[in-house]
């Protein structure tokens, strides 16, 4: 009994100890960039595609007839960012070769789904903010959810 | 003497302008006499392995003609030591082994050693990481020749790890009694790989980066570990509490993934792998030394063995 004790007590130590281990690579605070922005006002865009916020925030901002959507610049493969190929009017992924139209809906090579949208609204000034840390995704049918676009 | 008396005394008269004598002449008298006394000297020091410095280090004198004695000088010392005392002569022929154990382990030590080189130029941040790579491949002396010899000992390090692996599926190496240091090996691989993928992310360049941002992009789909993997969701999994963000200490491949991977590349892994490498050399031995093919006679024990039977 009393070995028995003092092996438990070592080993829930242990535990205690490796769990706490694990603990420590989970930061709490990171220093990354904001999730949240502004990017103008929505007749900044011209129909198509705009690809002047990918270095700085990793988004297009494509505008269709009626709709201005923003799409998030990571690859639904293994997350590379693909390049927009203006004169084939398409993205392409340098990694591993999977291409989206301009509305970022996939037709080759091996990315599983369209690229994710981000969430974007009107503040009060006008302005579209985008919110990148919530994503709408095709297979989920979110692309006509009511925060996955703005009407135009 | 008298001889020798009287022609010195003719000399120094005939040779008297010259003063006593020229430096040549007495470095040379001082020479000798220096070489006798250092005979002498000489002659009264030990054989330095019978010197008490020699014998408290090595411990075993080297006596060639006792096999007793061969094999304790080598079990006692810690770097012979690790090799067996005595190996079976058919298990060590290259068509058998193609040696890629200790090449795997000869490549490891070279690693290791311009690791460390290249350490003292290298910083592991975002805005020196690139920079120190191109300081050390165009100004530090010598810095492109550590920085190659690294990187391609570190591709062959993986190809050798991985034909030491299937020579022993080849020569059946893995089977009773070596089950468990094949078990030990998988392991090594792992590291060796790991080594490998944590090492391509530090020149922090294009490749690197993409490299290790679609190798953990894979982790977001590991089973109950990762925010997009099956049961992630339902274990209330998202890109900030995952096993990707562990391994990146952070929800992008930015400056704590880079610190991250250069502390499990110089450190973590390699202590972890020194160990199990230590218990893969043990076992080999205690599982009956390397695995041989049946045992080659030569043609001289042939003979031998025809005049017994004959």
């Known amino acids: 009994m009393r070995r028995w004790i003092v092996w438990s007590s070592i080993g829930s130590f242990l535990l205690i100890d490796f769990l706490m281990f694990l603990r420590f690579f989970l930061p709490r605070s990171i220093f990354e960039p904001s999730s949240v922005f502004r990017i103008g006002v929505p007749s900044d865009y011209a129909l198509g595609v705009d690809t002047k916020w990918q270095q700085q925030y990793r988004i297009w901002v494509t505008r269709t007839s009626d709709r201005l959507f923003v799409i998030y610049a990571r690859c639904t493969h293994l997350g590379c960012t693909p390049d927009w190929k203006a004169s084939e009017n398409k993205f392409k992924c340098p990694c591993h070769g999977s291409g989206y139209d301009s509305e970022g809906i996939n037709f080759e090579g091996p990315a599983p789904r369209p690229m994710d949208r981000a969430d974007v609204s009107l503040d009060a000034e006008g302005q579209i903010v985008v919110n990148i840390s919530k994503l709408y995704e095709y297979p989920k049918g979110e692309f006509d959810n009511e925060h996955s676009y703005i009407q135009v | 003497m008298a001889e020798g008396s009287e022609e010195k005394d003719p000399k120094q008269l005939t040779t008297g302008e010259e ?7 007495r470095m040379r008298e001082g020479s000798t006499s220096l070489k006798g006394r250092a005979v002498e000297e000489a002659k009264t020091y030990k054989d330095p392995q019978d010197t008490q410095l020699w014998k408290s280090i090595f411990r075993v004198s080297h006596d060639r003609s006792d096999p007793r ?21 058919d298990a060590v022929r290259y068509p058998f082994t193609w040696g890629m154990g200790g090449i795997t382990f000869y490549l490891f030590i070279v690693l290791t050693f311009t690791g460390v080189l290249l350490m003292f130029y290298y910083h592991p941040t975002k805005g020196d990481a690139f920079r120190d790579i191109l300081y ?6 010598f810095g492109k020749l550590l920085r190659n010899m690294h990187r391609w000992a ?7 790890t991985w034909l030491h692996m299937f020579r022993v599926v080849l020569t059946g190496s893995y089977k009773r009694p070596r089950e468990f240091n094949w078990c030990v090996g998988v392991v090594l691989l792992v590291l060796t790989l790991l080594l490998s993928f944590t090492g391509y992310l530090l020149p922090d360049d294009q490749l690197g980066f993409w490299a290790v941002t679609v190798g953990t992009n894979m982790a977001r789909a590991t089973p109950m ?3 997009e993997g099956p049961f992630g969701p339902q274990l209330g999994l998202t890109a900030y509490n995952d096993v990707r963000f562990g391994l990146l200490g952070g929800s992008i491949v930015d400056a704590n993934a880079l610190l991250r991977s250069y502390i499990w590349h110089c450190i973590g892994i390699p202590l972890v792998a020194s160990i199990f490498m230590a218990v893969h050399f043990w076992r080999i031995r205690k599982d009956g030394g390397i695995s041989g093919p049946a045992p080659v006679m030569l043609e001289s024990e042939m003979k031998a063995v025809k005049k017994k039977t004959g």
């Not at chain 2, 570190?154 to 050798?160: E, F, G, P, S």
């Open chain 2, 154 to 160: 570190a591709h062959l390090m993986v190809i050798t």
């Open chain 2, 136 to 141: 050390l491949e165009h100004d530090v002396p």
């Open chain 2, 225 to 227: 570990l990762g925010h």
């Open chain 2, 69 to 89: 004695n061969r094999s304790l000088s080598i079990l006692s010392n810690v770097f012979l030591h690790l090799h067996p005392a005595k190996i079976n002569r």
């Open chain 2, 19 to 25: 003063k006593p004598k020229s430096w040549l002449a």
